[in-house]
């Protein structure tokens, strides 16, 4: 397989370390990155790539984000030389993502770092004539884009973007574009607050004042209806199409023309109204997952030059030692250093009863200390905390972009010039009243209304039992998973691997040395089987060395360079592609390990093998119910996927059910595992939670990270769960279930009086009023509907009967 080279130069890697040991983890967060190199000594740093997953310019762009600018990076990392391939790289838009007729979704980097840019693009291409609508995704860093797909397909619109130079925006545009930002969901709740209050000043002006009250009615009215009139103005100046905001201003318009203001009020009160249940419920669901971050507050007791003094909570740095008492909220994530403590962690993972948290155990910010003292040292603070974090990305997911509303507001757009012709056939014919009514009918209102409001509550709901679901999106595939990826390590076993065994092959080694040099390779790596390592060297009080060079592959193992020595640790086969051979006595106690149930980790010195390291990590003791429950409620392929060798493997999976098994693969396999399943015609979930299922978590059509993940698979996956229990895979889609059947019951309560609707005043049979309220009535319950998910019990269906039903 060819593999990409990219080599960039650090100059302050010599005098500072550390920030080698970040660049290895954050270049290891970029999908398609197979390895990281890195050379204090000449400030150097080599990546290593998949170019069929990755490529520079993808590599590049990402040294732009704000991570590395808070690393003091950049500026100073300084991109390929003439010795490298050197390249001009896009500044916008890198990919595809998906693609059908008329329709593309295109990776767009930049709009998470410079949300101002990308909106200045997504002017640009609704400038562009056979573009007919653009919206921007920041928190999946995509843009869908909708066109004529006689005049436009996704390549030519990918150069399109390509060719775009931002930095030549005129400042027109630049102004056009801050005109058109959406307001903030508090700011649009208050809007709609006015507008339904002038709308019923309006109407009750009408129905109870007398002529001389007509002036200031007319007012109201237009007060309470500028944001639809500019709507109207935007889809059929702007957008050069008629949508429902048309066909609804429109309506009002002729309604107040012919001097019948309070139906004109009317039927804009049951419009503003919708907008109202909308708005507020997504400030509400904001609202309520923001009340968390009160902690930040809060006075944390803290240790500073030997005395405890209490400080803001916003005010703790990194590092500091924190002392939380009965009933306080910990203001910090980080890990205990002393004291015994329950802890209620309901806040952020829904979990209901306390959770016992000890020395080394890790606590979070915004739980409460129910019981017992804790000395905690802060490693996360502020907005880079977990509950921060989740907080934000609930706040900003994409509510609005779900396939059902798509194809709902594409229906009832494509009747709306149907539905002008009519009224203007009758109007020429003298009947302006039916021709009103058959205005008024309007579909797409109350999905417009209902479908947001029920992702929001969907996606609110999850947050609270610690599920994190990205996007409406999201939700919906959810729904629809049929097929069933599980990786093995950390996510159908605990992910605490310990050291159970250990075997010396070489007598120019003793079994301390080989655990030293093996925990020196593996350290700073945040992998289990390192962690594992480092933990058992450290067991046994030995001197960990330090290591120079090193260079770490995505699931294969380590290269390092310590004390002169070239020492390899990973599997058997990574050595083995190293030169290092195996002879019969290595190959029995390789046998050996695994008879035992365990996996081997192979260490070789200067290309000759050492030692072994047998490691078993404990099977989840929920496992097997939840696979079986799985199975039950619909999932029709399950798979376990694992770098392990064979014969564990094998042994977990009887243990917990799954027959089909694919054992000592790398993650490009892993990854051609999930297309193999998607090109059968499942819709698959992959279920993981290391760096070494980002590539398959982000093939799969769902990527569900565990425990909370790494970073990387956080960033990856569409749906984190915060704890490690797999019964919150049961409540996660039984929740998506219960919000995409909403939807479609939504649909159900407004299309079928609308239908009713039409049909009547096709024939006459309806005056303006009537049809506004059964229109926009069906609205309404729709969108009283779509709350429903914040009334019901607070976990999923399966995950409450899961406690009752014998589970482990």
Same mark, same amino acid.
């Given at each position: 397989?060819?593999?990409?080279?990219?080599?960039?130069?650090?100059?302050?890697?010599?005098?500072?370390?550390?920030?080698?040991?970040?660049?290895?983890?954050?270049?290891?967060?970029?999908?398609?990155?197979?390895?990281?190199?890195?050379? @204090?000594?000449?400030?150097?740093?080599?990546?290593?790539? =998949?170019?069929?997953?990755?490529?520079?310019?993808?590599?590049?762009?990402?040294?732009?984000?704000?991570?590395?600018?808070?690393?003091?990076?950049?500026? &100073?990392?300084?991109?390929?030389?003439?010795?490298?391939?050197?390249?001009?790289?896009?500044?916008?838009?890198?990919?595809?993502?998906?693609?059908?007729?008329?329709?593309?979704?295109?990776?767009?980097?930049?709009? %998470?770092?410079?949300?101002?840019?990308?909106?200045?693009?997504?002017?640009?291409?609704?400038?562009?004539?056979?573009?007919?609508?653009?919206?921007?995704?920041?928190?999946?860093?995509?843009?869908?884009?909708?066109?004529?797909? =006689?005049?436009?397909?996704?390549?030519?619109?990918?150069?399109?973007?390509?060719?775009?130079?931002?930095?030549?925006?005129?400042?027109?545009?630049?102004?056009?574009?801050?005109?058109?930002?959406?307001?903030?969901?508090?700011?649009?709740?208050?809007?709609?607050?006015?507008?339904?209050?002038?709308?019923?000043?309006?109407?009750?002006?009408?129905?109870?004042?007398?002529?001389?009250?007509? @002036?200031?009615?007319?007012?109201?009215?237009?007060?309470?209806?500028?944001?639809?009139?500019?709507?109207?103005?935007?889809?059929?100046?702007?957008?050069?199409?008629?949508?429902?905001?048309?066909?609804?201003?429109?309506?009002?318009?002729?309604?107040?023309?012919?001097?019948?203001?309070?139906?004109?009020?009317?039927?804009?009160?049951?419009?503003?109204?919708?907008?109202?249940?909308?708005?507020?419920?997504?400030?509400?669901?904001?609202?309520?997952?923001?009340?968390?971050?009160?902690?930040?507050?809060?006075?944390?007791?803290?240790?500073?030059?030997?005395?405890?003094?209490?400080?803001?909570?916003?005010?703790?740095?990194?590092?500091?030692?924190?002392?939380?008492?009965?009933?306080?909220?910990?203001?910090?994530?980080?890990?205990?250093?002393?004291?015994?403590?329950?802890?209620?962690?309901?806040?952020?993972?829904?979990?209901?009863?306390?959770?016992?948290?000890?020395?080394?155990?890790?606590?979070?910010?915004?739980?409460?200390?129910?019981?017992?003292?804790?000395?905690?040292?802060?490693?996360?603070?502020?907005?880079?905390?977990?509950?921060?974090?989740?907080?934000?990305?609930?706040?900003?997911?994409?509510?609005?972009?779900?396939?059902?509303?798509?194809?709902?507001?594409?229906?009832?757009?494509?009747?709306?010039?149907?539905?002008?012709?009519?009224?203007?056939?009758?109007?020429?014919?003298?009947?302006?009243?039916?021709?009103?009514?058959?205005?008024?009918?309007?579909?797409?209102?109350?999905?417009?209304?209902?479908?947001?409001?029920?992702?929001?509550?969907?996606?609110?709901?999850?947050?609270?039992?610690?599920?994190?679901?990205?996007?409406?999106?999201?939700?919906?595939?959810?729904?629809?998973?049929?097929?069933?990826?599980?990786?093995?390590?950390?996510?159908?076993?605990?992910?605490?691997?310990?050291?159970?065994?250990?075997?010396?092959?070489? @007598?120019?080694?003793?079994?301390?040395?080989?655990?030293?040099?093996?925990?020196?390779?593996?350290?700073?790596?945040?992998?289990?089987?390192?962690?594992?390592?480092?933990?058992?060297?450290?067991?046994?009080?030995?001197?960990?060395?330090?290591?120079?060079?090193?260079?770490?592959?995505?699931?294969?193992?380590?290269?390092?360079?310590?004390?002169?020595?070239?020492?390899?640790?990973?599997?058997?086969?990574?050595?083995?592609?190293?030169?290092?051979?195996?002879?019969?006595?290595?190959?029995?106690?390789?046998?050996?390990?695994?008879?035992?149930?365990?996996?081997?980790?192979?260490?070789?010195?200067?290309?000759?093998?050492?030692?072994?390291?047998?490691?078993?990590?404990?099977?989840?003791?929920?496992?097997?119910?939840?696979?079986?429950?799985?199975?039950?409620?619909?999932? %029709?392929?399950?798979?376990?996927?694992?770098?392990?060798?064979?014969?564990?493997?094998?042994?977990?999976?009887?243990?917990?059910?799954?027959?089909?098994?694919?054992?000592?693969?790398?993650?490009?396999?892993?990854?051609?595992?999930?297309?193999?399943?998607?090109?059968?015609?499942?819709?698959?979930?992959?279920?993981?939670?290391?760096?070494?299922?980002?590539?398959?978590?982000?093939?799969?059509?769902?990527?569900?990270?565990?425990?909370?993940?790494?970073?990387?698979?956080?960033?990856?996956?569409?749906?984190?769960?915060?704890?490690?229990?797999?019964?919150?895979?049961? &409540?996660?889609?039984?929740?998506?279930?219960?919000?995409?059947?909403?939807?479609?019951?939504?649909?159900?309560?407004?299309?079928?009086?609308?239908?009713?609707?039409?049909?009547?005043?096709?024939?006459?049979?309806?005056?303006?009023?009537?049809?506004?309220?059964?229109?926009?009535?069906?609205?309404?319950?729709?969108?009283?509907?779509?709350?429903?998910?914040?009334?019901?019990?607070?976990?999923?269906?399966?995950? %409450?009967?899961?406690?009752?039903?014998?589970?482990?």
């Amino acid at each position: 397989m060819t593999t990409g080279r990219i080599r960039l130069q650090v100059a302050s890697m010599a005098t500072q370390p550390e920030i080698g040991q970040f660049l290895v983890g954050f270049f290891l967060r970029i999908h398609g990155v197979t390895g990281v190199q890195v050379r @204090p000594a000449t400030g150097s740093v080599v990546v290593t790539y =998949d170019p069929a997953l990755c490529t520079q310019e993808i590599v590049l762009n990402a040294l732009r984000s704000r991570v590395v600018q808070r690393h003091a990076l950049e500026g &100073e990392v300084r991109p390929p030389t003439e010795t490298d391939d050197a390249i001009s790289y896009p500044y916008l838009a890198s990919e595809v993502i998906h693609t059908v007729a008329g329709r593309a979704r295109f990776a767009l980097p930049v709009v %998470k770092e410079r949300e101002d840019l990308a909106g200045v693009l997504a002017h640009f291409l609704r400038g562009q004539a056979g573009v007919q609508h653009v919206r921007l995704s920041p928190l999946s860093a995509s843009v869908i884009v909708e066109f004529d797909a =006689d005049i436009w397909d996704a390549p030519s619109l990918l150069t399109l973007m390509r060719a775009y130079d931002p930095d030549q925006t005129d400042i027109e545009q630049w102004e056009a574009f801050e005109a058109a930002q959406p307001s903030e969901p508090g700011d649009l709740a208050a809007r709609s607050r006015r507008e339904v209050a002038l709308a019923g000043s309006a109407l009750a002006l009408t129905i109870l004042g007398g002529p001389l009250v007509a @002036p200031l009615a007319y007012g109201l009215l237009l007060g309470s209806s500028l944001s639809l009139y500019r709507k109207a103005y935007h889809s059929l100046v702007e957008e050069r199409r008629l949508t429902i905001d048309t066909l609804d201003a429109t309506a009002i318009t002729l309604l107040a023309a012919t001097g019948v203001v309070w139906q004109a009020a009317l039927l804009n009160l049951l419009l503003s109204s919708g907008d109202w249940i909308r708005t507020s419920t997504q400030e509400r669901a904001r609202r309520a997952l923001s009340d968390v971050l009160d902690y930040m507050s809060d006075l944390a007791w803290v240790e500073r030059d030997g005395q405890i003094v209490s400080i803001p909570a916003r005010d703790v740095a990194i590092g500091e030692t924190i002392f939380v008492f009965p009933g306080e909220r910990i203001p910090v994530d980080g890990v205990v250093l002393s004291g015994t403590a329950l802890v209620d962690q309901h806040a952020l993972t829904g979990e209901s009863m306390p959770v016992e948290k000890t020395r080394k155990g890790e606590v979070f910010a915004a739980t409460v200390v129910s019981e017992g003292e804790l000395q905690v040292r802060a490693t996360r603070i502020g907005e880079d905390t977990q509950v921060a974090q989740i907080v934000h990305l609930v706040q900003n997911a994409p509510v609005f972009d779900t396939r059902a509303q798509d194809y709902a507001e594409r229906w009832a757009n494509r009747l709306v010039p149907y539905s002008f012709l009519g009224a203007g056939v009758l109007a020429l014919m003298g009947n302006i009243p039916q021709a009103i009514t058959l205005l008024v009918i309007d579909y797409a209102a109350g999905f417009r209304v209902s479908a947001p409001t029920a992702i929001m509550s969907t996606i609110t709901k999850a947050a609270r039992q610690g599920i994190l679901i990205r996007g409406g999106r999201h939700v919906e595939q959810l729904a629809e998973v049929d097929a069933l990826v599980f990786d093995k390590t950390g996510t159908l076993t605990v992910g605490c691997p310990d050291v159970v065994g250990a075997i010396v092959l070489s @007598p120019a080694h003793t079994l301390d040395e080989i655990m030293a040099l093996a925990a020196a390779a593996e350290s700073f790596l945040t992998h289990p089987v390192a962690e594992a390592v480092v933990k058992a060297a450290s067991d046994r009080g030995l001197a960990i060395p330090q290591r120079t060079d090193f260079e770490y592959q995505i699931g294969q193992g380590v290269v390092a360079t310590i004390d002169e020595r070239q020492v390899l640790v990973g599997s058997r086969r990574f050595l083995q592609a190293q030169g290092v051979s195996f002879n019969e006595n290595a190959q029995n106690s390789l046998r050996q390990i695994e008879e035992g149930a365990a996996s081997p980790l192979c260490i070789a010195v200067d290309g000759v093998l050492a030692g072994l390291l047998g490691l078993a990590d404990p099977i989840r003791p929920e496992a097997a119910w939840v696979i079986k429950k799985l199975r039950e409620q619909g999932i %029709k392929e399950v798979v376990m996927l694992t770098g392990d060798r064979a014969p564990v493997a094998e042994a977990v999976a009887r243990t917990v059910g799954i027959e089909r098994v694919v054992a000592e693969v790398f993650p490009a396999d892993k990854l051609a595992a999930v297309k193999a399943l998607q090109e059968q015609g499942y819709t698959v979930a992959v279920v993981g939670d290391g760096i070494n299922d980002s590539p398959a978590l982000a093939q799969a059509d769902v990527g569900i990270a565990v425990n909370g993940g790494t970073a990387l698979a956080q960033e990856t996956a569409d749906v984190v769960i915060l704890q490690g229990d797999l019964h919150k895979l049961l &409540e996660a889609f039984a929740i998506a279930r219960q919000g995409v059947g909403l939807i479609r019951q939504n649909w159900s309560i407004i299309r079928v009086p609308n239908t009713i609707g039409l049909g009547l005043a096709f024939v006459g049979l309806l005056n303006p009023v009537t049809a506004s309220l059964i229109s926009d009535g069906a609205a309404l319950v729709a969108g009283a509907n779509s709350l429903r998910p914040l009334m019901s019990p607070s976990a999923g269906d399966a995950g %409450k009967s899961a406690r009752k039903d014998n589970r482990p």
